[in-house]
């Protein structure tokens, strides 16, 4: 079991920057594979990025890559996600979500892939 809560979220300008956060506790942290999810009004929740157990690897959707970057501490349980130059549509309810880290697994871009997850927190970007 491993507990998350996402906190950072808020209400900016277009071409403004974010950070959200997530801090998790109960299990060894390091021990997860953690991700980034996101859910608009009306639509599905959609991938975002992943980061591996230590850190060194990571993936992203097309539509974040280059202005989205997920990092990680495992000495503070806290993983990050660093948005730059938000535009109306990153506007969402940001998820983050855990599983146990396999290696050699693929990094994992489906809901059904982690069993943990946060109760979110909202993004709005107004132009």
């Known amino acids: 079991q491993v507990q998350l809560v996402e906190s950072g979220g808020g209400l900016v300008q277009v071409g403004d920057s974010l950070r959200l956060s997530c801090v998790a506790s109960?299990?060894?942290?390091?021990?997860?594979?953690v991700a980034w999810f996101r859910q608009a009004p009306r639509k599905e929740r959609e991938f975002v990025a992943t980061?591996?157990?230590?850190?060194?690897?990571?993936y992203y959707a097309e539509s974040v890559k280059g202005v989205f970057t997920i990092s990680r501490d495992n000495a503070k349980n806290t993983v990050y996600l660093q948005m730059n130059n938000l535009k109306p549509e990153d506007t969402a309810v940001y998820y983050c979500?855990?599983?146990?880290?396999?290696?050699?697994?693929?990094?994992?871009?489906?809901?059904?892939?982690?069993?943990?997850w946060g109760q979110g927190t909202q993004v709005t970007v107004s132009s």
């Open positions: 979500a855990a599983r146990y880290g396999m290696r050699g697994r693929p990094p994992g871009v489906l809901t059904s892939e982690y069993p943990y």
């Open positions: 980061i591996n157990r230590s850190g060194d690897s990571t």
């Open positions: 109960g299990r060894t942290f390091s021990l997860f594979r």
